[in-house]
């Protein structure tokens, strides 16, 4: 690669990332340091960086480019990768790859990364330079599909795009991964095959309407919006930001500019990009911008402090759930989903560039250290998809030659950028941010700065500070709003001194610093009980910012480590019920008690009643170190007098789902994105909606899934409706065979209500079910369609 550096792209890097030129003047903006100045020392971030790059070298270049090159009309090297790969998402992976080694370059130096990045971007250049006019994607079917597009002819959902897989969310990735081999790895033929890109997109939308690019983004598309502002910045075109605002999803963006929270139900991930793209066009934009800003600012407030769990993640079974019945985050196990704490954390760090407030810190180190740091197996390098919050789940991690999701993407990507704030500045101020053992030049002012320290085992860290000559500056250092008011004490070698800020704030240490100054930063932490939202019978504990769990047995971890099969995300071993986990029993309603566990370090247990009795030693460490194993985050907390009564609630409603769960072979989710992806939905005229807090799916024309039957002992078709859907007639067909004829009359009330019917032979290892409206009439709502044996 001719040019890998990323110093003189600063400038860059600060708009990109946030820091909008115009907001440079404001005095809470900060300036972010180059990712290549900041290299971690030893910690479970270095562990975690090194494991991940472990991880980035075990992957076949070739395999990645191999839908690129097909797409290109050029001959692959060497077979796509399976899973997401090769089954409607090709190429996704590619682009987060790119993102990957740039950024693990920044953060290493590592020559073989710097060769890798080199060789991915000289193939598909080729690709770029074949396909003739600026286009690079693996998308099926490419010329097809945008032939289309370009046409008006848009066919758009959640979850596709004129029948390909989110193809729009799909070219995001790329077109991310060559804006950060510029802004990370400095590669000006990464910058001018963005801008070709950029350049075939407007081509291709030149015809269209506001409308038509509208119905377009009806279809998850990453943050094609955030790209588009960020190219704008880099060339300093305002016909790109003019892009960037014409794909800015008017559904999502006008309630947010009104405070209005019409989250209930919708794919999270779908939306967190988008709403990075409202910063980063209010960043490089100008005064007509100000909503953009408005509605990621709400965006994130309502998100971290109504829509978050413990360990700063969201959602449930990848979408909202309502905002106030957090029912779900307990009983599922497919709990908040890595990608959108990925995205969380990029918007957070937007936020903070241009705001500089310290409780947008505190939200990233919790999301930081609990979920993102725990999702990287610390051993084997593998990814998680879902953090479940149910007691007893356990997490499948992927493997480098079977595993493509999303959440394997970002997660390339998760634990290669450690560095980005950790340290920030602004004028003659430095700000530490966050206590990661790290060595920071800042060349600015001739000075390097080593962090050491054995967070959160102990509760303090040191700052040394190695100068060429002294140094006039403030050196502010984080108070967090986990140690107490007037217990944060800071020592500059071995001085006391005075501290006036309140949690929530900085301390500011100005002085003129020489060689070998020492700053020490005591940070006494107490452990707190944070209950789930809306349920507060459910607590979790909490020592200072770092979440503390137990392990919960290890039996019945069916598919730890993810095959290639589409649903291999997901833990498919049998959960323990409920009413068997361990409760907190406190009669006077107060908080448990929480103590050391002997002299193990970071280690505690409870000291008052849990039941049943065998659970009093349970201990508990922080998450984070919790691998391999099933697991406790929240807590049952109930009085003496209500627990027989609770377990006896839990265990009737385990044995109902215990006795439905034996039956089941497979399910779909109608109406939700991925389950329906991972069962190859196909559709004509059919839409979808949430009612009373179920997605559904119906038809004027006819929709289809896939459900595996493979022990060929399917007996019944259940499905799931509503009781008020009124006049709907439709046939259900298996395998194109006639099964039944439905009409609903909505004479079954307002309630939901499940119907049974029998396949005739239900022998074959995949049955395709299938939903057709009949004489212009409309199928029902769909809410539910499950696979039973007999």
């Known amino acids: 690669m001719k040019k890998l550096s990323c110093l003189s792209l600063l400038p860059f890097l600060c708009i990109l990332t946030g820091t909008p030129a115009m907001a ?4 809470n903006s900060r300036k972010p340091f180059a990712l290549a100045d900041v290299r971690l020392l030893e910690s479970p971030f270095k562990n975690a960086q090194e494991k991940d790059l472990e991880y980035i070298l075990a992957l076949k270049p070739d395999r990645l480019l191999a839908p690129y090159l097909r797409e290109a009309g050029l001959t692959p090297k060497d077979s ?59 998308v099926p079917r490419s010329k097809q599909l945008w032939q289309e597009i370009a046409a008006g002819n848009i066919r758009a959902d959640g979850f596709s795009l004129n029948k390909r897989w989110v193809p729009l969310y799909n070219i995001h990735k790329m077109y991310g991964g060559l804006r950060d081999a510029y802004l990370y790895a400095g590669s000006e033929q990464a910058k001018q095959m963005l801008i070709a890109y950029t350049n075939w997109m407007l081509k291709l939308t030149s015809g269209l309407s506001d409308a038509q690019v509208q119905e377009m983004l009806r279809s998850e598309h990453g943050g ?27 559904t999502i963006l006008t309630p947010l500019e009104h405070e209005q929270d019409k989250l209930d139900g919708l794919h999270a991930n779908t939306q967190i990009p988008k709403v990075i793209g409202f910063k980063s066009i209010a960043d490089a934009g100008d005064a007509q911008d100000t909503a953009y800003d408005k509605a990621a600012h709400f965006f994130w407030e309502t998100v971290v402090h109504n829509r978050s769990c413990v360990i700063g993640g969201n959602s449930v079974r990848e979408h909202f759930n309502p905002v106030h019945d957090f029912s779900s985050m307990i009983n599922d196990i497919q709990g908040p989903e890595t990608c959108n704490t990925y995205n969380m954390l990029k918007l957070t760090r937007q936020l903070y560039l241009s705001d500089g407030r310290a409780d947008l810190i505190d939200y990233y180190e919790r999301a930081l250290y609990n979920h993102i740091l725990s999702t990287e197996n610390p051993e084997k390098g593998g990814f998680v998809y879902f953090t479940s919050m149910r007691p007893g789940a356990y997490r499948v991690y992927s493997q480098p030659q079977t595993s493509f999701w999303c959440c394997v993407g970002s997660g390339l990507e998760n634990h290669a950028k450690y560095g980005e704030l950790i340290y920030a500045h602004a004028a003659d101020s430095l700000f530490v941010n966050l206590f990661i053992p790290s060595e920071l030049k800042w060349k600015e002012k001739n000075i390097s700065i080593v962090q050491q320290n054995r967070f959160p085992s102990e509760e303090h860290t040191s700052l040394t500070i190695h100068a060429a000559a002294p140094a006039k500056f403030a050196l502010q250092i984080r108070y967090p709003s986990w140690v107490k008011a007037g217990t944060l004490a800071v020592f500059v070698n071995g001085r006391k001194q005075v501290v006036t800020a309140t949690p929530g704030d900085y301390v500011a240490i100005e002085r003129t610093w020489k060689e070998g100054d020492v700053v020490t930063v005591q940070l006494p932490m107490q452990t707190t009980f944070e209950e789930l939202p809306h349920i507060p019978s459910y607590v979790a504990v909490m020592r200072g910012p770092i979440v503390l769990a137990a392990k919960a047995g290890t039996e019945g971890m069916t598919g730890l480590y993810a095959d290639d099969s589409r649903g291999g995300h997901i833990a498919p071993g049998i959960m323990p019920a409920l009413q068997d986990m361990p409760v907190l029993v406190s009669d006077d309603n107060k908080d448990a008690v929480v103590i050391p566990a002997g002299d193990k370090k970071n280690t505690f247990r409870f000291a008052s009643k849990v039941y049943p009795d065998k659970y009093n030693d349970i201990e508990l460490v922080p998450f984070y170190t919790l691998h391999d194993t099933r697991y406790i985050i929240y807590w049952h907390k109930l009085s003496q007098e209500d627990l027989q ?19 089941t072979i497979d399910m779909v989710a109608p109406g939700e994105q991925q389950p329906e992806s991972d069962h190859f939905i196909e559709s004509d005229k059919s839409i979808t909606g949430i009612h009373r807090n179920r997605h559904w799916r119906s038809a004027k024309g006819w929709f289809s899934y896939r459900l595996r039957n493979e022990a060929s002992d399917a007996a ?25 004829e439905v009409k609903l009359d909505g004479t079954k009330g307002g309630d939901f209500f499940s119907a049974g019917y029998v396949i005739p032979d239900g022998a074959a290892k995949t049955l395709v079910v299938k939903f057709v409206a009949v004489d212009g009439s409309e199928t029902a709502g769909i809410y539910g369609v499950r696979l039973l044996r007999k």
């Not at 130096?109 to 286009?135: F, P, V």
């Not at 009564?645 to 039956?663: F, G, I, S, T």
């Not at 019944?716 to 039944?740: E, S």
Request: charged residues 25%.
């Open 24 to 27: 440079q003047s404001e005095s």
């Open 80 to 138: 796509s990768y399976p899973n997401w790969e090769n089954t409607g998402l090709d190429g996704h992976i590619g682009g987060h790859y790119v993102s990957a080694l740039s950024l693990m370059y920044a953060a290493t130096g590592n020559k073989e990364i710097a060769t890798r990045l080199d060789y991915m971007l000289s193939e598909l250049k080729k690709c770029q330079d074949n396909y003739g006019d600026g286009y690079i994607g693996g």
């Open 224 to 250: 094609l919006n955030e790209v588009f502002a960020d190219v704008a910045v880099i060339t300093g075109d305002k016909k790109y930001l003019a892009l960037a605002r014409r794909f800015s999803h008017l």
């Open 645 to 663: 009564q609770d377990l006896d609630r839990l265990k009737k409603q385990q044995e109902q789902e215990a006795a439905l769960a034996a039956r």
């Open 716 to 740: 019944t078709l259940q499905v799931t409706y509503y009781g008020g859907d009124k006049n709907r007639h439709f046939h259900i067909l298996i395998n194109d065979k006639p099964i039944a």
